[in-house]
């Protein structure tokens, strides 16, 4: 079994900052990718910023230059900084991983429980 856990969601004003955190746990070989999705009133689920085990970063355009998405291997954990942040990022944030089990050696994705974001404006 593999747990991702997410942290740190909550209410901000408009133009202000939050940060998000999600630890990995259980039967984990190895974390390709981490990252992060978001669904959004009236829109599907949305890919918002991924990192891979080199740490190469790939962000939707609507957050780029103002999210900031890392990891700490050691710890299987991947942050979500979010700055300048905007009423249409309100939504829930899921943590996603792809990752290797340890026991069966098999490639799979997984999701956390998602967390409120909340923007006013």
């Known amino acids: 079994q593999v747990q991702l856990v997410e942290s740190g969601g909550g209410l901000v004003q408009a133009g202000g900052s939050l940060g998000l955190s999600c630890a990995a746990s259980g039967d984990i070989f190895k974390i390709n990718v981490m990252g992060w999705y978001r669904k959004t009133p009236g829109k599907q689920r949305e890919l918002v910023a991924t990192?891979?085990?080199?740490?190469?970063?790939n962000y939707a355009d609507s957050v780029k230059g103002r999210f900031t998405v890392s990891r700490d291997n050691a710890k299987k954990m991947v942050y979500l900084q979010m700055n300048s942040l905007k009423p249409e990022d309100t939504g829930v944030y899921y943590c996603y991983s792809n990752l290797q089990s340890r026991t069966w050696a098999r490639v799979s994705d997984y999701w956390g429980q998602g967390t409120q974001v909340t923007v006013s404006s």
């Open positions: 990192i891979s085990s080199i740490d190469m970063t």
